[in-house]
């Protein structure tokens, strides 16, 4: 069992400020990033306008033509927010949290990408002069004529193949490290799509001022995946240097890996966030895998704790102490910075009660104020510590044990006969007032969503995070 630590000194930009302060600045950073998405929309449509697109829609070979530049436009927009929605750009990440910043990118992805796809068939179509059947040869025409083209089909086919393997149907049957390798060559894609627009896009043709600005806008979202996806974490993992301390048997199946390394007290994780880990033990250390921390971090160690599902999680439970450990992130919102009431209540299932037991410890609350809903079907992880908790802060511990007692409830078989609402707001009768966090598998977590709401929590106080995207 983990000794509970003193939390260590807090990053500048974790300190609480009144209860609702962070909360209330990344909504508006997700409303100004929003803003800016459609600004630029607006923008480039400004540009087809003012570039005779609507005057062009009189005729059918010029409307196929303005309309392909329009899709064309919009399209690229979207890729360069879709660039700067991975790039992991704090202000992003915090203000969004990963897994939500990953469903924008998956909206995002498939609109630009069918976008491009009718900006491809529209413009080929309006140099075919309107006449379908001649659109294929005019297409190679194109392609091997106009300056950039080769590149952009080239670009296509990369963006082609990371869109058709994240197909919800095609990603339930490829491996995540495979997927995750293929989805890298969108980078690729974005890069070889470019230059044609800048080369032959009457736009940018007509103005510098307008090439200049794309330039520039490019160049900024190729300077933040740089930047936050390659330079931070190396600079961090060469500050921190982690190393594996200590591996210990919690559960059947189930490890927690004890971390030491360098300068720790000013690691930047918050309790409940994740990272992405590799093991440098093996072959096959390369591939990542997302664990969330299951101790508040201090200045002496982190600690996570992993249940063996598959090949890369099998492996924790053979790590040897001294094993050097690379780590991306900090990633997730499932902290205290997206809190704004004094009382919470962590709600936990399976081995997704390991972010809510950081929080469990790294929360500031009164006695009283917390409450831990623990579900599980066998045995509790981390009981004694919970206990510690209940002991030393005022925690109050819930325990729902057993199986599921039905698919559409999130509660054990012990709860009765009562609804989920019912259950829940006998066990916490203010759970209105409460924000309230949420871990678990995808379907279970909705369960709690949906009778949260019904027992009176708003959205905005429901901070939900699943082990699975
Ligand atoms: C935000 C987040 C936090 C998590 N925290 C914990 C934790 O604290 N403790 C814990 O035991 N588990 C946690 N998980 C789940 C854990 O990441 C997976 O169980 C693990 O990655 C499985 O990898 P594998 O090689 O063992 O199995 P595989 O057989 O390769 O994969 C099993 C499942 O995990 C998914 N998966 C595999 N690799 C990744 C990846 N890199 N990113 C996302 N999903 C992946 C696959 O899609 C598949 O559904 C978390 C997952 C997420 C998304």
Redesign the pocket.
């Known amino acids: 069992m983990t000794a509970l630590a003193e939390p260590h000194t807090r990053h500048p930009n974790t300190r609480p400020q009144t209860a609702g302060g962070w909360a209330r600045f990344d909504a508006g950073v997700r409303l100004s990033a929003g803003a800016a998405l459609w600004l630029g929309l607006l923008l480039v449509s400004y540009w087809w306008v003012t570039g005779g697109g609507v005057q062009a829609l009189t005729g059918w070979e010029s409307a196929l033509m303005s309309t392909g530049r329009l899709t064309g436009l919009v399209a690229s927009v979207l890729l360069l927010a879709q660039v700067l929605l991975m790039a992991r750009i704090p202000l992003l990440e915090r203000a969004f949290g ?2 939500r910043l990953a469903r924008q990118h998956r909206l995002v992805g498939f609109t630009s990408f069918n976008l491009m796809l009718a900006h491809i068939v529209l413009i080929t179509w309006g140099y075919a002069a309107g006449d379908l059947a001649a659109t294929p040869g005019t297409f190679w025409q194109l392609t091997v004529d106009y300056p950039g083209m080769l590149l952009a089909v080239a670009g296509t086919v990369c963006l082609v193949m990371t869109v058709v393997t994240s197909v919800k149907a095609a ?1 339930r049957r490829i ?3 495979s ?2 390798l293929l989805h890298l060559y969108a980078y690729l894609g974005v890069g070889l799509a470019l230059p044609h627009q800048l080369w032959t896009g009457q736009e940018f043709l007509a103005s510098t001022a307008t090439t200049v600005f794309w330039w520039t806008l490019w160049a900024a979202s190729a300077g933040a995946v740089l930047v936050w996806r390659l330079g931070q974490p190396i600079a961090r993992n060469l500050r921190h240097r982690l190393r594996v301390g200590a591996v210990v048997a919690e559960a059947e199946g ?1 490890y927690s890996v004890y971390l030491t390394g360098h300068d720790l007290g000013r690691f930047p994780a918050l309790p409940g966030q ?1 990272l ?1 880990w590799r093991f440098l033990d093996r072959p096959g250390w390369t ?8 101790a508040t971090p201090t200045s002496r160690g982190l600690r ?12 924790i439970a053979s790590l040897r102490p001294g094993t050097r450990v690379l780590f991306e992130g900090p ?2 919102r499932l902290t205290e910075r997206a809190r704004t009431r004094p009382k919470v209540a962590l709600i936990g299932a399976g ?2 009660i ?2 809510l037991r950081a929080l469990a410890e790294g929360l500031d609350y009164a006695p009283g104020d917390a409450v831990v809903i623990h579900r599980y079907a066998d045995r509790p992880l981390f009981d004694a510590e919970f206990e510690a908790l209940a002991h030393r802060r005022g925690l109050r511990v819930v325990h729902s044990p057993g199986h599921r007692r039905a698919p559409d409830s999130w509660l054990g078989a012990g709860a009765g006969q009562f609804s989920d609402a019912t259950a829940l707001r006998a066990w916490i009768p203010d759970i209105a007032d409460r924000d309230v966090y949420v ?1 678990g598998p995808e379907a279970w977590a909705e369960s709690v969503r949906r009778s949260a709401v019904t027992a009176g929590v708003p959205n905005e106080r429901l901070h939900i ?5």
């Open positions: 990963q897994d990603r491996r995540y490290e997927w995750h189930v994740f992405g591939r990542g895998n997302p664990y969330s921390l299951s996570i704790t992993v249940k063996a599902l598959g090949d890369n999680s099998a492996r990633h997730g081995v997704g390991t972010p871990c995070e699943n082990f699975a995207w």
